[in-house]
């Protein structure tokens, strides 16, 4: 993400939230300074500030710790939460169900309700990674996201693919009331003459 101008701008805080090891420290310092860097557990959090485009406002991002005994600190950063990333370590299906429940434990804050919702499904460079179609079932996406604007998002912190397109998307949902990107994921795909099978098919993964 660029830098454009340097007058002060809004700013909109970014939960990065996702259990210990999904990636989340890997993917920030990734896409903010292009760099791999070597990282250690998080213990507390990491916080970066990310320039967009001078129409969004400036991405505040905090990355907090996800190791079991840091959870429960995770619930004093909802309330002024405008976005929520979710990581998930695609490859690792041995903890999916950890992350699943803890994906759906964090929904439930009513501090969190209707705040857009994108799930990065990372280390997509591993063989044998799972597609987000495979995440979005097995992490029960379309329940338990009814009612709010969500996305999900291949990517790989080590590479950088997919991760500007996550954010890209996280700062479209936060300007966009629901009805309306739904509206505009209908459109696209009607322009692009695919069929009502298809477009239910993304709009129960893609959302
Ligand atoms: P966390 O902040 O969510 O706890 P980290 O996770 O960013 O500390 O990453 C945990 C481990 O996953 C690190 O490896 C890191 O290099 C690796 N990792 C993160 N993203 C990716 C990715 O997209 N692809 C691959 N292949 N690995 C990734 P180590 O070996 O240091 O534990
Ligand atoms: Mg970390």
Redesign the pocket.
Known sequence: MGMYGSKPRKQAQVLIL?L????????LYKLKYNQSV??V??VGFNVEMLETDRSSPGLTVW?VG?QKKMRPHWRHHYSDTAGLIF?VDSWDEKRLEEARKELHRILRYESLRGVPLVILA??Q??LGALSPEALCLKLDLRRVCEGRAWFIQPC???TGMGLEEGFRRMIYLMKTPLRQTQEDIKFKMRSKGFSFTAMKKVMLCGR
């Open positions: 996702g210990d090891g999904s990636g989340k420290t890997t993917l070597v990282t557990p998080t990355d996800g990581v990372n280390k460079d591993l790989s912190g080590t």
